[in-house]
């Protein structure tokens, strides 16, 4: 019980960071390829200006893609 509270704990709290400081939020694990080519995604459409849309997801203890 006290590890998924410190799991929605740290989660509640990356996301109020993220807000101010006005930046995407993504949750990624290399290991268990958790999101990874999103980031890249990402990053590309974001560096080459390109047209890139993702879903929200905001279910907490599920990987996180916030902005």
Wanted: net charge positive; aromatic share 12%; hydrophobic share 50%.
């Amino acid at each position: 019980m006290l590890v998924k509270f410190n799991t929605v704990c740290a989660e509640l709290q990356a996301r109020a960071y993220a807000k101010a400081m006005k930046a995407t939020l993504f949750f990624s694990s290399a290991k268990h390829n958790i999101n990874v080519n999103k980031i890249f995604k990402f990053i590309m459409a974001k560096l080459l200006n390109l047209p890139w849309t993702v879903e929200r997801n905001l279910t907490i203890g599920e990987p996180i893609i916030d902005f």
